[in-house]
């Protein structure tokens, strides 16, 4: 028998230790002994799915194109057909240009910057194409033949293929099209009619999967295109339809569905199907992207329509998701405070229902009272680069002090009053540290303002205003780099993101949903909103900002607005505020995804 030396040109490694798994360069079949434990060891390949940030808004039947961490979720049926898209960079969704026509079941191919979009129903059935170039869609050559329920492959908006569907009259069709950047020829039919399919590959090389044949007959068929004809090869062992898939015809993965619904999932390896790992959650007619080693399902239906997203992984890195977990209660429960340092040190003062001179601080476990502030106060701010020994508080209100000028200073022992503010407000944001900060917005008197004021360790100074009036926002960042997002009319919210370079304020892309008195953690390029107002939908919101667009991330637990974030974009907390009309102290902590290489041992018997 051969050893492995002779197989891999290596010796076995002698370890004490299992050898850095976080990486992806670590290869599927490494081998070696650790000597601590006596096992021969090795990374293998696993099935996961893993949950991730919803969709933005709620969909079933749409369509789908890109990889994983760059996909497309194409128009669909809400209670209505829906002209909306969605982008995914891998750890949650943005809204990008609409499709001129807003309809559902379509068939769709290519990437998040080159996909075409074409048949469904407006309804009715409808045979209009649209191709995408990543800023912008434009209505192309209509198919053939009018459809809906039909699937799609292909590499981008130049080259792809569509078959299957539904015709006007209920016709199951087999007829399949090709599409070469400026008209569609009808090819080679299926070898058997069938709508509600799967289907991924190129646009030589595609496979169709599953479907239903006539009414309520659901077909477990596979079929490979090679470019001039189909042949049918291996059945999937769970024969359904609303399935979805991604991949080549050599390497394929395919989810979902139903006659019941399912969360099956299938793996294919170019002449059979083995069943693997199940979805998390069994729905069907997702929109779908991906490869075998990592696709993507979103959207759907399960009971009702469906907002979530999970990731697909067949490989050695295990990914884990963003999430969110309870942490210690706060001492007094409060809203409309203060909040400053990390997740694992983090700062509260003062606060409202009732006004409150309590401060805390957290270690990443628990709450801990701390020497109170000087004046009872809400609506205030905290300088969010404080620490829990150097941080400094600024304006507010209280019946006995409306919209305060005063500002206090923390040195981890006790609180100090400062030099006042120019101008009295409340509702303000702070950005920045103990020595140089900043206090953006606000309102006076129930006027909002633009007013911003920088502190330099001794005294406030005004400097320039920002775009847009407006009270109880998101402040993250520094004092010459710093983000400020979202705010009033509190009724409503706004969706209004600026950004502050030391010297003046930029205007830059809007929030996902317009929110106020929210939690805000990171910096000027990767914060976090989390929760707000003006609905219990909202307070369950996270929008992540990577420095040009903001994404969904993973949601709360439960509605919270009016409370207080620390922290960054992979450790945070959230803590206190409204839940409903009650106001809490609990906490919740942040952790965000994670990369890692799976090891096994290696048994011989």
Known sequence: MATYREIKGLKVPYLDADPPSASASTEDGSVWYNSATGKLRAFVAFDTWA??????????????AGIQTAALLISGFTDTSTANVEEYNGSGWAEIANVNTARYDCGSAGTSTSAIFAGGSAPPETDVAESWNGSAWTEVADLNTARRALQGAGESNTSAIVFGGQSPGSTYQAAAESWDGSSWTEGADLSTARHRIAGFGTKTAAIAVGGETSPGADSALAEIWNGTSWTEVGDLNDAREHVRGAGTTTAGVVFGGTSTTTANTEIYDGSSWTETTNMSTARYAMGSAGTLTAALGAGGYISAISGLTEEFAHQIITYTPAAWASGGNMGTARRLFGGAGTATAALCAAGASPYTVNAETYDGSSWTEVANVTTARGFWSLACQGTTTASLGSAGYSPAFPHSVLSEEFNGTSWTEGNDLNESSSGRSGLGTQTAALDVGGRDEGVLTTKVESYDGSSWTETTDINTART???????????LFFGAGPPATGDAFTETWNGTSWTEVGDLLVATGSMGAAGTNTDALCIGGQPNATVGKNVQIWNGTIWYTGAAIPTTKYSPTGAGTTSAAIVAGGNSGT??????FEYTGETTAAEAADIAFD
């Open 582 to 587: 009650a106001v809490v102290n609990t906490t």
């Open 51 to 64: 949950t991730t940030a919803s969709i933005g808004t709620t969909r079933t039947l749409a369509g789908g």
């Open 472 to 482: 109880n926002g998101g402040g993250t960042g520094s004092s010459t780099a710093g």
